[in-house]
C-alpha cells in the first residue's frame, strides 16, 4: 500500500512561476525524502529531511515537513522548462526501506 | 558511465516465457532494491537485498524471484511471465544506515509482456 500521497496529480505553470507540490502520508516516519523523474529515466534524489526539521533548502528547493500533520511540501522557486517532470515524496521508517508516493507531473512551459 | 546500469532497456515478449532483468552498479552499496512502476500507482517495491546473503520480499514478490550474485549485481526474474506484469522495472541501490538512505536508481527497464 502507498505510504505517501501527492496533490495535485498535475500542475502546469509557466517559467518564472513558483510551483508547490504536497505530500500526506499515514504513519510515523524517520524521514521523508523528494525525488525528481525525468520523462523515460530512473528517479533522482532532491533533497532529505529528517522528523526532527521543520524546514530545509537547496538551491531553488524548499521542503517543509509538519509531523503533527503527516504532511510535507516541496516548493520549487523561479521554475524553469528544465524542471518539467514528475515528484515524488517518499518515506523511511526504522529501515533503508522507502515508500514512494504516486507523484506530481509538473509541466512548465517557457 | 552510469553508477546504476540495467539491462535490457527495453524487452517485449510472449506470456509464459522466462525473462530476467538485471541490475549492476559501482557505488559499491551493499543495499539493493527491485521496484515496479505502473501509472498513477507509483513505485512498488519487488524485492531488497541488504547485503549478498539477504534476500527480503517487499510489497509484491509474487510471481517474481530475484539473485543477488555478488555485491554489485542483482538479478530480477520472472519465471512465466503474464501480461499484467506489463510495467517499467527500476533497479536502485542505497548505503547502509539503517533509517532511510537516499536510493540511486538506474535508468529502468521498459517491459511488454503480450
Known amino acids: 500500500s502507498q505510504q505517501g500521497e501527492e496533490d495535485p496529480q498535475a500542475l502546469s505553470i509557466q517559467e518564472g512561476e513558483n510551483a508547490t507540490m504536497n505530500c500526506s502520508y499515514k504513519t510515523s516516519i524517520n524521514n521523508l525524502q523528494w525525488y525528481r523523474q525525468n520523462s523515460g529515466r530512473g528517479l533522482v534524489h532532491l533533497i532529505l529531511i529528517r522528523s526532527n526539521e521543520r524546514e530545509k533548502h537547496s538551491g531553488r528547493l524548499r521542503v517543509t515537513l509538519d509531523t503533527s500533520k503527516k504532511s510535507s511540501s516541496l516548493l520549487i522557486t523561479a521554475s524553469r522548462a528544465a524542471d518539467t517532470a514528475s515528484y515524488f515524496c517518499?518515506?523511511?521508517?526504522?529501515?533503508?526501506?522507502?515508500?514512494f508516493g504516486t507523484g506530481t507531473r509538473l509541466q512548465v512551459f517557457p | 558511465d552510469a553508477d546504476v546500469t540495467q539491462t535490457p532497456r527495453n524487452r517485449i515478449t510472449k506470456t509464459g516465457k522466462r525473462i530476467m532483468l538485471e541490475c549492476s552498479q559501482t557505488?559499491?552499496?551493499?543495499?539493493m532494491y527491485w521496484y515496479r512502476q505502473d501509472p498513477g500507482l507509483g513505485l512498488r517495491l519487488i524485492y531488497y537485498s541488504f547485503d549478498v546473503k539477504d534476500i527480503n520480499k517487499g510489497e509484491i514478490s509474487d510471481g517474481y524471484s530475484v539473485s543477488r550474485q555478488a555485491q554489485a549485481k542483482f538479478s530480477l526474474s520472472l519465471e512465466s511471465a503474464i501480461p499484467n506484469q506489463t510495467a517499467l522495472y527500476f533497479c536502485?541501490?542505497?548505503?547502509?544506515?539503517?533509517?532511510?538512505?537516499?536510493?540511486?536508481f538506474g535508468d529502468g527497464t521498459r517491459l511488454s509482456i503480450l
Open positions: 536502485a541501490t542505497s548505503a547502509p544506515g539503517g533509517q532511510g538512505q537516499p536510493q540511486h
Open positions: 557505488k559499491g552499496h551493499d543495499r
Open positions: 517518499a518515506t523511511a521508517l526504522n529501515t533503508d526501506k522507502l515508500i
